[in-house]
């Protein structure tokens, strides 16, 4: 009862057109499990990527539940429209968005309750737990870049580290910071970089983000000249900061150069 049958180039562009929206949705779900497997991959190698594809796995079967409600939805949702029965689309659009939203709150406060209230009851991300803070926005400035330091230090004296971390990571800081302000030259948006720094009993975890062009400071540091003090001095800050720390990483995702010291 049904074929094939070829009517031209005109009803194939149709037929892509209209279910590009479809192909589009499903490209970008595509993207973003890949961009998440990465991400999640860098920070916690393969452990971290099993239980992202079991959560996954989990996730699509809870899709194929939801999918079939909202596609009753649609349908019902196009008789109502074909009907002109627009009274009755928008009660069930908010009944139905109602019925999620309440859902997935009772659901969230549940998985809260769960966890011993260690998540958001709402947003499902993890509190810090006896961690300290410090976040900060430096222009591209040396000026500035002093001034945080200086409460960089304060705040290094105030956690529980030893004199040799916090001489290491004052000198690491204050040697990329002060290259990222005198060598980056950022992009029109980006008026600031960014430093946050994490500390409880386990350690101490440092993160620089700038939007410059990419540069490996580490690449740099260990490519300069070896013979310090001689000839060249080429980077002499950085090579330092590469011998001083040995848990150091560099990352340029999204536009950002990405530096990570974890003591």
Known sequence: MFGFVVKGFRFFLENIKEGAAVSISNILMAVTVLLISNIIFDALDKPGLFCWSVCLQML????????????SLFAIGGVMLGEHDLRGFDLLSRRALILFL??????????????????????????????????SSVRYQSEEVFTVLERIDSFFKES?????????????????????????????????????????????????????????????????DPNIGKDC?????????????????YKYMYGLNIVTIMV
Do not use: W
């Not at 699509?60 to 596609?71: A, H, P, Y």
């Open 60 to 71: 699509l079967v809870s899709v194929v539940f939801i999918n079939g409600v909202m596609e």
């Open 102 to 135: 309440l859902g997935q709150l009772v659901l969230s406060f549940l998985f809260c309750r769960r966890q011993g209230c260690r998540v958001s009851a709402l947003t499902q991300i993890p509190y810090s737990e006896g961690g300290r803070t410090f976040d």
């Open 160 to 224: 529980n580290l030893s004199e040799h971390d916090q001489f290491c990571l004052n000198l690491c800081c204050e040697e990329l910071m002060t290259n990222i302000a005198q060598h980056s030259h950022g992009h029109v948006v980006h008026h600031s970089f960014d430093i946050h720094i994490y500390s409880d009993d386990e350690g101490t975890c440092v993160t620089l983000k700038e939007g410059g062009k990419p540069f490996n400071p580490l690449l740099a540091g260990k490519m300069s």
């Open 233 to 249: 001095s080429e980077h002499l800050g950085l090579r330092l900061v590469t011998n001083f720390v040995e848990n150091i990483s």
